[in-house]
């Protein structure tokens, strides 16, 4: 299985913004979109191809992850945005339109041959799939499991309740079909599922709510769509002191009884198992990663 | 400037800040590339600016032409990507509504 990279926040960079692009890194999102698909007006996509691309030579990004969200091989735009961007090997690429497995083959034969051809080793460049209709969202699971460079799955919010026909709503409550989808697929096939965006920027409190919600549901990070929202998606994804204690006690009691060579692990009368070691793990990485990991004492 | 037959534009790029706005004028019958800057960075960093953009231009299979860049503080990267879109652009013939003729 792939390494479980951190991605509490993928923030969305439209790829028409020199300034944006130069900065991207700054903002303290765990990862980050240069986006040349729908923030770019179909009249600059070839100025948007080229600028991403020339960022992804000329940029050190430091500590945050670079993905790319190219355009769907279906469109005029997307052989031409694989061709300037895998040779440049960023850690991902966001394919849209990922509704089916073929989709997913496509763009990974694509990626070896780009990968081949440029020296860089076949598999290096993840995909993460992004689905956005009610046909990809029956095949998530064959989606995830049709490349071995799926790293998560996420979906596009506007497209997927369009698709079925739902009205949108502060709530959210049209997408909980889909979120479900999204996380049981990407738990089977072991990848990490992603949330989409939370369009009102102006709106700190209901981003928390929808952030501090879908963590609890089992997303492992939500997309943004502005630098202000990162930090307030960190907060509602960064474990309370009650969750990081136990956690911690978990662990010191796993490794304890993995040095007695005992199979079998007990907490407060309570038989800890693997995905209670799992949670723990994932617990103290979102601790670290916000920086209040507790010192026992 | 004045449009010949056999004079193809291209224009890419804003005037927002850390952004280039780029006219690249494709002119077999120039003589050679004339680059006109206007940039706050022109005194410090005039050359390099005209060495990037004298070899995009060349990269890009462009020796004769006119090149107007209006800077805005772009750095390096974001230069020669905006006179390689504009070299394409003219090189497809496709003229757009910011040129300025």
């Known amino acids: 299985m792939m390494e479980r990279r951190l991605r509490r926040t993928s923030l969305y960079i439209p790829g028409t913004n020199p300034g944006m692009l130069a900065n991207a890194s700054v903002y303290g999102a765990d990862s980050i979109i240069l986006d040349l698909e729908d923030g770019v007006p179909v009249s600059e996509k070839d100025a948007a191809r080229i600028l991403v691309r020339n960022a992804l030579r000329a940029i050190r990004y430091r500590g945050v992850e670079i993905t790319v969200r190219v355009n769907a091989l279906c469109t005029p735009f997307g052989k031409d945005d694989f061709e300037e961007i895998i040779p440049l090997a960023p850690d991902a690429i966001r394919l849209p339109k990922c509704e089916s497995p073929e989709d997913v083959r496509q763009a990974d034969a694509l990626m070896s041959e780009l990968e081949s051809r440029n020296e860089i080793q076949p598999g290096t460049v993840q995909i993460i799939a992004i689905t956005e209709s009610a046909s990809g969202g029956t095949k998530l699971s064959e989606i995830a499991a049709a490349s071995p460079r799926i790293a998560a799955l996420n979906y596009g919010a506007e497209d997927y309740t369009a698709d079925i026909g739902a009205v949108r709503t502060k709530e959210g409550h049209e997408l909980d079909d889909i979120r479900a989808k999204v996380i049981v697929a990407a738990r089977i096939a072991g990848v990490q599922a992603l949330d989409s965006v939370f369009g009102d920027v102006n709106d700190m409190d209901g981003l928390y709510a929808e952030a501090f919600r879908v963590r609890q549901l089992g997303f492992d990070g939500k997309s943004v769509i502005h630098p202000r929202q990162i930090s307030v998606v960190h907060s509602a994804f960064t474990p309370s002191e009650k969750e990081i204690g136990f956690a911690e006690r978990v662990m010191k009691a796993f490794h304890e009884a993995a040095s007695r060579g005992a199979g079998v692990i007990a907490l407060d009368g309570r038989m800890i198992d693997a995905p209670v070691v799992a949670r723990a793990q994932k617990i103290i990485a979102l601790a670290e990663a916000a920086g209040c990991l507790l010192i026992e004492g | ?101």
């Open chain 2, 1 to 101: 400037m004045s449009q010949m037959n056999n004079e193809r534009t291209g224009v890419s790029g804003s005037l927002e800040s850390c952004d280039a706005l780029v006219m690249v004028v494709f002119s077999p019958d120039c003589e050679g590339l004339e680059i006109e800057i206007d940039s706050p960075s022109i005194a410090s960093f005039g050359e390099e600016m005209r060495k990037a953009v004298r070899e995009t231009l060349e990269s890009a299979g462009i020796f004769r032409g006119i090149v107007k860049i209006q800077d805005r503080g772009s750095l390096d990267c974001t230069l020669r990507a905006r006179v390689e879109t504009a070299a394409r652009r003219a090189l497809a013939g496709d003229v757009r509504e910011k040129v300025n003729t």
